[in-house]
């Protein structure tokens, strides 16, 4: 039998495998679900890190900008909205996109996270993407500032 980690990558390749993301290239119309606290897996959490400590001194400066960016929202009615410490408000978009977890990757790509403007032509079928959020789910799964706050903590 195959472990969970080994399904879910097999899992996820065959999900992506169904993803059309060449038609997300440039778009940002589902950068409105980029909301703050998502959960994301330890090995999401260290690949990105790995990205970034990946990027030039300059392109980790310009991320440091945009982590220190407002990412409030005015829904409008006194909704409010915390955006992700990653979501780049003044060019509208990911700062860290290739390194972003399953969930952003998903948005779009699965019935349930639709593309809110029908770019994307057809979606991972639903049996494969419930199989592929099952496996997920069994990870330890933190925000972003929970795993900053527990590598702050281990130092």
């Known amino acids: 039998m195959t472990d969970v980690r080994g399904e879910y990558i097999e899992l996820r390749a065959r999900c992506e495998g169904q993803m059309r993301l060449d038609v997300c290239s ?3 119309a589902c ?15 260290d690949a990105l890190q790995a990205h970034i400590a ?3 001194e300059d392109a980790r400066a310009d ?7 407002d990412k409030t929202v005015d829904l409008g009615d006194d ?11 003044a060019n509208g978009r990911c700062a860290v996109y290739a390194a972003r977890p399953l ?5 779009g790509h ?3 996270l639709p593309c809110p403007i029908a770019k994307v032509p057809s979606v ?16 330890e799964r933190r925000t972003f500032e929970e795993w900053a706050g527990a590598a702050i903590e281990a130092d």
């Open 79 to 89: 909704v409010t909205v915390q955006m992700c410490r990653y979501r780049d408000m």
């Open 26 to 28: 440039g778009c940002d």
């Open 54 to 56: 990946g990027l030039s």
């Open 31 to 45: 950068g409105l679900r980029c909301a703050a606290g998502v959960p994301a897996s330890r090995a999401e959490w």
């Open 63 to 69: 991320l440091r900008q945009i982590e220190a960016q």
């Open 103 to 107: 969930i952003c990757r998903l948005l």
């Open 110 to 112: 699965v019935e349930w």
């Open 124 to 139: 991972v079928r639903t049996p494969d993407a419930l199989a592929l959020m099952r496996a997920y789910a069994t990870f």
